[in-house]
């Protein structure tokens, strides 16, 4: 985007480039209704508004409350709050399955979880199990679609039973499944389940059904590329994400699979990019290729 960047905060508008890795319990990947409002990750700018005057802060407040305010009717929504060049523009996703008083409590809970995790940071995303807010000053750093945010992978296939061979060319079914059914679909939201193997795929509201097909596809070989063999997964990238998992007993139905799931460890790896100035775009491209490949490397040696 070629729009000015705020005067005030442009000497403190650099690239930063963060990864984290957490060792956590996992929590059940088919989706119930009890747990839409945990806390899946966050992504912090780590530069905060300049902001002596207050207007940021305000503009802030306005385009929370009005997300929050829209979530009681739509499942997605993009607003921009505030004038230039003090404007913010921020959106909130909820996950297809989730009834609009559902959505509108899931996303609700964003703006204190914003302020407590982030504080008043010039770009940020929240992402619960039911939906997501982000937002960030106009003018911030645009990044692609399919760039990689979060993932989690859970344990490896070899400790389940099953032969790999069945359980990879299951998963590669229910992969299809999904790239098929948000691109034939309206709702940019897929769940459904190939023998044993569940998978869900969300896009964001704005994107046009082929997009998301896409976009959903390259999470899934990121899921394949970083998983590997992992019987359970969640890949989130900047504008879907993909979770899957296999139940060698069957996939339970969603009324009854709270609190059923067996616990195991998986990994959990945040790489989130916030940015300054599209004059920097090229030297982010070149940390993130650089990022990914030590990624890659390093994930061959972690997690199982
Ligand atoms: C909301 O939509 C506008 C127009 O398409 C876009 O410029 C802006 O970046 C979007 N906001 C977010 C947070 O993606």
Known sequence: MGLPLPPKASPLLSVSLFSVTILLGSFPFAATAADYTTLVFKGCADQKFQDPSGVYSQNLKNLMSNLVSQSSQKSFSNTTSGQDPNAITGLYQCRGDLTTSQCSSCVGKIPDISDKLCGKT???????????????????????????????????????????????????????????????????????????????????????????????????????????DSISAQIYLQKCYISYSYYPNGVPTVSSSSGTGTKQHTQKTVAIAVGGVAALGFIVVCLMFLKSVLKKRSGKHEGY
């Open 122 to 228: 010039i770009a940020a995303r929240i992402q619960l199990s039911g939906c997501y807010l982000r937002y960030e000053i106009v003018g911030f750093k645009q990044v692609s679609d399919t760039q990689f945010l979060y993932k989690v992978c859970g344990s490896s296939q070899s400790q389940a039973s099953g032969t790999g061979r069945e359980f990879e060319g299951r998963r590669d079914a229910a992969f299809n499944m999904a790239e098929d059914g948000v691109k034939s679909g309206s709702s940019l939201f897929y769940t459904g389940d190939y023998q044993s193997v569940y998978v869900l795929g969300q896009c964001e509201g704005d994107m046009a059904t082929n997009e998301c097909g896409d976009c959903v596809k390259t999470a899934f070989q990121t899921a394949k590329d970083d998983c590997g």
